[in-house]
């Protein structure tokens, strides 16, 4: 299937109309009014909202990876290493992180078998390594897994949609962040950038642990 005006405008749809449902679905306001009209289905809201996130994801990869056109660019030589290593720290840090998250929590097996009705976050502020460097650091490296790849017309496209949504994203997600976790998720933001590390804005280990004893101490986030 070759690239053209029409699929490449078919393709940027898909991923408006996946960006935007995500969005929508992953909304307090959206949340709250589900949690008011069927209250008993908020055990499992979390974890239907996962399983469509991955099913409706599928159209536009697939559509991605389906169209033909010549290569942009390629990474060659001493280029093409460096890609291969960027590729592989980031999928070791993707990795590596998650033995700092709930992975029940996040996935939606624990409101589930728990029947928990509360439609806010329940877990807790915290600050993992790479927190302390980022303030979305899978957001940061699904970055750079987008951008260490041989780029043509459909790939590149893909690769602007997704990294706008993640800097869009981001800043929806500090929203609820806000409203969960209040000044101590402010202070956390004015010292840590959102998506690209710099040198001079970081927490060292002791900042980091000094701002999670505050919020330990601040009052339980909403519907806890």
Same mark, same amino acid.
């Given at each position: 299937?070759?690239f053209?005006?029409? *699929?490449g405008?078919?393709?940027?749809?898909?991923?408006?109309?996946y960006?935007?449902?995500?969005?929508?679905?992953?909304?307090?306001?959206?949340?709250?009014?589900?949690?008011?009209?069927?209250?008993?289905s *908020?055990?499992?809201?979390?974890?239907?909202?996962?399983?469509?996130?991955?099913?409706?994801?599928?159209? @536009?990869?697939? =559509? *991605?990876?389906?169209?033909?056109?010549?290569? =942009?660019?390629?990474?060659?030589?001493?280029?093409?290493?460096?890609?291969?290593?960027?590729?592989?720290?980031?999928?070791?840090?993707?990795?590596?992180?998650?033995?700092?998250?709930?992975?029940?929590e996040?996935?939606?097996?624990?409101?589930?078998?728990?029947?928990?009705?509360?439609?806010?976050?329940?877990?807790?502020?915290?600050?993992? @390594?790479?927190?302390r460097?980022?303030?979305?650091?899978w957001?940061?490296?699904?970055?750079?897994?987008?951008?260490?790849?041989?780029?043509?017309? @459909?790939?590149?496209?893909?690769?602007?949609?997704?990294?706008?949504?993640?800097?869009?994203?981001?800043?929806l997600?500090?929203?609820?962040?806000?409203?969960?976790h209040?000044?101590?998720?402010?202070?956390?933001?004015?010292?840590?950038?959102?998506l690209?590390p710099?040198?001079?804005?970081h927490?060292?280990?002791?900042?980091?642990?000094?701002? =999670?004893?505050?919020?330990?101490?601040? @009052?339980?986030?909403?519907?806890?």
């Amino acid at each position: 299937m070759s690239f053209d005006h029409a *699929t490449g405008t078919l393709l940027a749809g898909l991923w408006l109309g996946y960006f935007a449902l995500h969005s929508l679905l992953a909304s307090l306001g959206l949340k709250r009014w589900v949690a008011r009209r069927w209250p008993r289905s *908020t055990t499992l809201y979390r974890l239907a909202f996962n399983l469509l996130a991955v099913l409706l994801l599928l159209p @536009p990869l697939w =559509l *991605t990876f389906a169209l033909d056109g010549p290569y =942009l660019w390629r990474w060659q030589g001493p280029w093409a290493w460096l890609s291969h290593l960027l590729t592989l720290a980031a999928l070791v840090g993707f990795f590596w992180s998650l033995r700092y998250y709930d992975g029940s929590e996040f996935l939606g097996l624990r409101q589930w078998r728990r029947g928990q009705r509360q439609v806010e976050d329940q877990e807790g502020f915290y600050i993992s @390594p790479l927190h302390r460097f980022v303030r979305h650091p899978w957001y940061s490296l699904g970055l750079v897994l987008v951008w260490t790849r041989d780029m043509n017309g @459909p790939l590149l496209l893909s690769a602007i949609a997704i990294s706008l949504y993640f800097l869009f994203g981001s800043l929806l997600e500090e929203r609820k962040l806000l409203v969960y976790h209040g000044e101590v998720y402010r202070r956390y933001r004015a010292r840590v950038p959102g998506l690209i590390p710099l040198p001079w804005r970081h927490l060292d280990r002791k900042t980091a642990q000094e701002l =999670l004893a505050v919020a330990r101490a601040w @009052p339980d986030p909403p519907g806890a």
